[in-house]
């Protein structure tokens, strides 16, 4: 009898409901917690309600899924008839997600895989995609890690922002650079490196930032077989727009996807986001 292997990721990939579905994998909701509400992070509800509250500098807090919610997972996967489960997560640097899927895995009824992707957004995603073809392929558990894993080290995740404020409010600048910024018009690009949202470059006025932005993206996608992903944050035709223009830039492209991030990156980076995933196939 040939093994069977279930994927299981978190909300934080992104991942539309009919994807996950196709493919069979699970995803475990963080939760969002906006003053007094508390929502399941990466839906639609939770995306307008956290650029609002981020808007009115209201308190935005996220809370990792509890090890019973993953226990929840583990148990439901095996009882459709799992031998075996990989669990991709987020980055540690971010959340303790990693920490309560790992905790769960160690009373479950079958064997857990659970991998620190060092990732987040769709650089998650792809990995819990790649690592669900190669389920879908017959392959064992460590060939879906290492598919995952092989994905996870190609990705590239580029990410502009509106305002230096939110990375002040996080702690990742300081609040005098911060001002500057401001009093320069400053428009950062990020980049997710180790693990974490780093600064990669500042640019003067939003026009040029996104255009430098689309052309970072192009550039790393080269003339290979890419699959991209455009996120943004209470910004969507921003996003079509640039989603469109990779679309005729980038000869390699296979599949595009475009959605709206949650609380993990959207409380440090502001409504007016627009993110680029490129992964390498």
Known sequence: MSRHVAIVTDSTAYLPQQTLARHHITAVPLTVVLGDRALEDGTE????ALALALQKRRSVTTSRPSPEMFAT?????ADAGASDIVS???????SGTYDAAVLAAREAPV??????????AMALGFCALSAAGTAES?????????????????????????????????GRIGAAQAL????????????????????LEKVRTASKAIA????????????GQVDIAVHHL???????ALAARLRERVPGLVDLHVSEVGAVIGAHTGPGLLGVVISPR
């Open 212 to 223: 430098r932005l689309e052309e970072i993206a192009a550039e790393r996608a080269g003339d």
């Open 73 to 77: 997972a583990y148990r439901a996967a």
């Open 45 to 48: 509800t939770s995306a307008r």
């Open 111 to 120: 064997p857990v895989r659970v991998v620190d992707t060092g990732m987040v």
């Open 234 to 240: 209470a910004a969507p035709e921003r996003a079509a």
């Open 138 to 170: 017959g392959g064992s558990p460590d060939e879906a890690v290492a598919a995952a894993e092989k994905c996870a080290g190609g990705m590239s995740a580029y990410f502009y922002v509106d305002t230096l404020d939110y990375l002040r409010r996080g």
């Open 180 to 199: 500057l910024g401001s009093a320069l018009a400053v428009k950062p690009l990020l980049q997710l490196d180790g693990g974490r949202i780093e600064m």
């Open 88 to 94: 991709l997560h987020l980055s540690s640097e971010f």
